[in-house]
Every structure is written in structure tokens, then in C-alpha cells.
Nanobody
Framework: QVQLVESGGGLVQPGGSLRLSCAAS????????MGWYRQAPGSQRELVAR???????NYADSVKGRFTISRDIAKNMVYLQMSSLKPEDTAVYYC???????????WGQGTQVTVSS
């Protein structure tokens, strides 16, 4: 059974930093790409960052240079380090795992990030 459990969300001031964590079970990082999506109120869910099974990363233009996705294969953990946070980064952030070759896609329950003074 696949489980993705996010943690680390919260309230942070503009310009601050936050690290999200995702504990994954039931999947292999060698075949699954891991990602972070976010959804703000009234907006579509959007990709924030993704790392493939081979370790290739890609980021949304809006977070390039500020956010970093990483993974600890031994611990089956994925992280999203967020810096220079802006109010527009406020959203529910979701951890995802996808294996596009076979059409498998899993989502965590989400964690709220609020950037406000």
C-alpha cells in the first residue's frame, strides 16, 4: 500500500524559510518520480517541483532559485526547501509520486503553507 505523508507546513513571514517533508512508503524512488504540487484558494493545482527516478529535477518558473527539491533514498523521504517565501506561495502543498510508464499516480493529504506578516 502506497502512503505519502507530508509535514512541515505552517505560518511564516514573507522572506522566511520553511522545509516540507514527505515520508513515502510502498514505492521505490528508482522508478517513481517524486514531486510537490500546490493549490491556492480559487486556483488550479500546479506543479512546484519534481525529481525523476534518475534524479533530474525541474521547477516551476515562479519558484526557481528559491525552492529546492531533494530526496533521501535510504529513508524514503522527499523534501522541499523553500526560501525567500512570498505571500503568493500561500497554498496547500501536496507530495506526489508518479510512474508515468504504467500510469500510476499517488497523492498525499496536503500540508498548509501560509506566508503572511
Amino acid at each position: 500500500q502506497v502512503q505519502l505523508v507530508e509535514s512541515g507546513g505552517g505560518l511564516v513571514q514573507p522572506g522566511g524559510s520553511l522545509r516540507l517533508s514527505c515520508a513515502a512508503s510502498g514505492i521505490s524512488f528508482s522508478v517513481y518520480a517524486m514531486g510537490w504540487y500546490r493549490q491556492a484558494p480559487g486556483s488550479q493545482r500546479e506543479l512546484v517541483a519534481r525529481v525523476t527516478g534518475g534524479g533530474i529535477t525541474n521547477y516551476a518558473d515562479s519558484v526557481k532559485g528559491r525552492f529546492t527539491i531533494s530526496r533521501d533514498i535510504a529513508k524514503n523521504m522527499v523534501y522541499l526547501q523553500m526560501s525567500s517565501l512570498k505571500p503568493e506561495d500561500t497554498a496547500v502543498y501536496y507530495c506526489t509520486a508518479d510512474w508515468r510508464t504504467v500510469g500510476r499516480n499517488y497523492w498525499g493529504q496536503g500540508t498548509q503553507v501560509t506566508v503572511s506578516s
